[in-house]
């Protein structure tokens, strides 16, 4: 990270290098940094810049910038995924179509009857079967008209 190698720039020792690296990654090395974490590694590294030779506070200007970016970037994906799952609920009563392998026709027409989250978004639910959103090929009763 830009912060981490700007620590050891300003003289920290490798021990706050360590406290800070640990305050970032807590248990897992996969975590995003939280806004916590960055603020405190960011502490650490006025606290021990050379006073004679402070850093260059377009460093710091630089980095804030990233951050913020990333948060509202984060942000915007939590809103986007809250309307997802609030359209979704939307479903539940309406007839659609959705694609199924074991049918004849390869389609299936039902009524939402639940909804399933898992980790990679929800499904909606007809027959008791659990059918992902990207299956769904139409929403209400389908009809034909003759020519």
Known sequence: MVIL??????GATNSQIGSALGAVTGSSSSQLVSEQAFLQLLITQLQ???PLSPAD??????????FSSLEQMTQLNA???QQLDNSVTG???Q?????????????????VTGIVYYSNG???QINGNNYALSDIQNVGN???TGS
């Open 91 to 93: 479903l539940i009563g």
């Open 142 to 144: 389908i009809t034909t």
């Open 122 to 124: 929800p499904a909606i």
């Open 95 to 111: 007839t659609v179509t959705v694609t199924d392998p074991a049918s004849q026709s390869g389609l299936l027409t039902g009524t």
């Open 5 to 10: 190698m700007a620590l050891n720039g300003v």
């Open 79 to 81: 809103n986007v995924t």
């Open 57 to 66: 506070p377009t460093q710091f200007v630089s980095q804030l910038a990233s």
């Open 48 to 50: 021990n810049q050379d």
